[in-house]
């Protein structure tokens, strides 16, 4: 039955904070060639993808989320000599390569923009969202930045305002012109050509904006000091439009031209409208991010309806998909402690649908606190001191507990590595049988090797307090997951047509062997995998 899948379902997808992964030069700042020397890792651990984050020339006021050109490699990060090594060192492995694409905006400094501003009659003007000031001089329209304060800057020599959903230095592209979204498939082919295996899409949707330029009506469950300013205004004309679908539509037309490439979507929206991207018969993105698990609080009661909710909206043929962290977001260690941890990595690991790794989180690593002085995110340093920060998320990846560099770097490290997480180094919990890189490991083999957890249908079951349960089936094999979020015991009342059932993976590592019929005793932060012996024995 797995056969009839394509790679990205069966997968797991690993991403790569290029600057904190690994560095092979000793600048302190990871690169491609240090991803390529941990290639063996990636492997070892079973993932079958590496996304990585952007890597090309950028002046790097956004993590290099602001690109200057789209086809090089910035030199930080190695050449496109260093790219190709990666790529086809990582394809002998049969690992995939999932590049970054950042459609919305490119960098202040991207010659294009620079053409734009040039001139109110500049050929490329209309490549960027110009628009004269309110009459009284202010923004076109109160529109805000994700990154806080207005989303229009003026540019004195020419009178006009431009947008930028992010900082200033990230101008949006108009993706309402022709030869926008044709210099910016042609970027796509540039790396599909090169062999690479998809694209992960930055705030796919962000792409078109109202074409009235509307306000945005203010939003009534904002409470201010809670959270981003961003959210004073619902974004209702500056995001997710109809027209972008059309758009998506053909970046995923482009991928077609290639054979068994993905495409994914990072989307934060709702369920129902999340959907939208997967397209209209499935023209869209394989994979729109569903960022749920991230953005859901951790009740088993709250977990459940999300669950529910997608795998209910879900249109035929779409493939769901989960992720617990990414670099925008709090580490789940640190989101829900590290006893949840264990169990958080049994959910991901086991839901249906492809899973995505954070690098690091398969090490429990923690967010770690960022002093002022080293404090580089964008966010944080245009609205300091609200919590806003991405830093704390992106700290290098420690090898072992060699203190400071931590096996990542000869040098000294751009952000600190923190204790706590050097003392969870890869080296440190492969010797350690039940450490959460083990547990990990094994959940990994576990889905490899259990179509049902691969590929198997989904059906809840009913649990109440902290417990949470589903059912997992294939060809006959069926599993059950159960999953305690909190830190007393619970009890599941297993359906009588499943039988016996034994326990085949347990994150604390306590109860594999064991058999249950009727009722089954969940430790305190427990998860188990179990399967059916009786009925639907293989
Ligand atoms: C989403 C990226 O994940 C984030 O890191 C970045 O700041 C914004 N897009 C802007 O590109």
Redesign the pocket.
Known sequence: MTDRHRWWQRGIVYEVSIRSFADADGDGVGDLAGIRSRLDYLAWLGVDAVWITPFFPSPMV??G?DVADYTGVEPLFGSLDDFDRLLADAHDRSLRVICDF?PN?TSDQHPWFRASRSARDAPKRDWYLWRDPAPDGGPPTNWLSEFGGPAWTLDEATGQYYYHA?ASA?PDLNWRNREVREAMYDAMRFWLDRGVDGFRV??MWHLVKDEAYRDNPPNPDYREGQGSPYRRLVPAYSADQPEVHEVVAEMRAVLEEYEDRVMIG?IYLPVDRLIDYYGRDGDGAHLPFNFHLITTPWDAREIEVVIDRYEGVLPENAWPNWVLGN??QPRVASRVGDAQSRVAAVLLLTLRGTPTLYYGEELGLRDVPIPPERVTDVRERQQPGRGLGRDPERTPMPWDATEHGGGFTSGEPWLPLGEANLARSVATQREERKSMLMLHRRLIELRRREAALLVGSYRPMPAQGDALAYRRASDGRELVVALNLGAAAQRLVLPDELGELRVILSASGEAEGRTHRDELPLAANEALVLEALGEGRR
């Open positions: 956004d993590n989320y950042v905006h992010f990230q930055d705030v990072e670099h925008d």
